[in-house]
């Protein structure tokens, strides 16, 4: 197994097959990095939906907590797994950005990690233009703040809400489960800073996602067949670039909860 730096951050990581029931030291040593880095991109993976989620149940339980990701588990026989797919059905138009957010931040169990596989996303011959995963470190942001915003933001709270899926108050600053390091919550879906009135609150999201959004930090995933995408979905926020919706673009998903969340499956 070899790892290469990405710019601005993450790994590549080569020599190894995810199809493969990997040695426990293995996993151990890609759980380091993604720690450290972020994000592990594989290329030229051959994952059928039970294989991609082998892998990931490597790193913890499947998140039950919304029913899209409730649907995709094994039938009584444990072959029946479907996943999560994201893909364009209609063909038509285009398909704006997504916002940055991290996955159930508005409830108290946010996943750990995500793991994204690309399908399909060539058209004619050509890769797909757009549609690319956007990710900003949650964790390296906290660095490029001005110290004294980022000591401001240790006391405050904000208020992470998911339309109709509900919303939770959480630390602007939280740390991670398993290193104690630093991380912005705020994102996209900041409702408010709690002790804030509104106009005070909006200002301080733009100051914040200044920094944590700046393009020059943020990493742009264009997507192959065979690419795998896992992340620390707290260390990082994700996003989706703009599209034209007649080009392919399928995806599978595996959601890893938080070993505490109760609707957390094994």
């Not at 059928?48 to 990931?56: I, K, M, P, S, T």
């Not at 072959?79 to 398909?95: E, K, P, Q």
């Amino acid at each position: 197994m070899k790892a290469k730096t990405l710019a601005p951050f993450g790994y590549e990581v080569s020599d190894i097959d995810l199809s493969e029931e990997l040695p426990d030291e293995t996993v151990g040593k890609l759980r380091d990095l993604v720690h450290d880095g972020g994000f592990l991109l594989f290329r030229d993976q051959q994952l059928d939906a039970a294989r991609q989620a082998a892998f990931a149940r490597r790193f913890g339980p499947f998140s039950g907590h919304n029913q899209s990701d409730r649907e995709g588990f094994a039938d009584e026989d444990g072959t029946g797994f479907t996943l999560r797919i994201y893909t364009n059905t209609n063909a038509l138009g285009s398909v704006p950005e997504l916002d940055f957010h991290s996955d159930n931040a508005h409830n108290p169990f946010s996943l750990r990690y995500l793991a994204l596989y690309g399908i399909d996303v060539t058209t004619d011959g050509k890769p797909l233009a757009g549609g690319e995963t956007l990710l900003a470190s949650a964790a390296l942001a906290v660095h490029r703040l001005p110290a004294d915003l980022r000591d401001r933001l240790e006391a405050l709270q904000c208020r992470i809400t998911a339309q109709s899926l509900g919303s939770f108050v959480r630390p602007c600053i939280e740390r991670h489960w398993a290193t104690g390091r630093p991380y912005l919550v705020p994102s996209k879906l900041t409702e408010e800073i709690v002790e804030l009135d509104r106009e005070a609150s909006e200002a301080l999201c733009e100051q914040i996602f200044a920094v944590l959004y700046d393009p020059a930090f943020v990493y742009r995933h264009e997507w192959r067949e065979g690419d795998l995408l896992f992340w620390d979905n707290r260390l990082l926020h994700h996003g989706r670039g703009w599209y034209d919706n007649t080009q392919n673009r399928t995806i599978r998903r595996c959601a890893i909860a938080d070993e505490l969340e109760p609707t957390a499956i094994e």
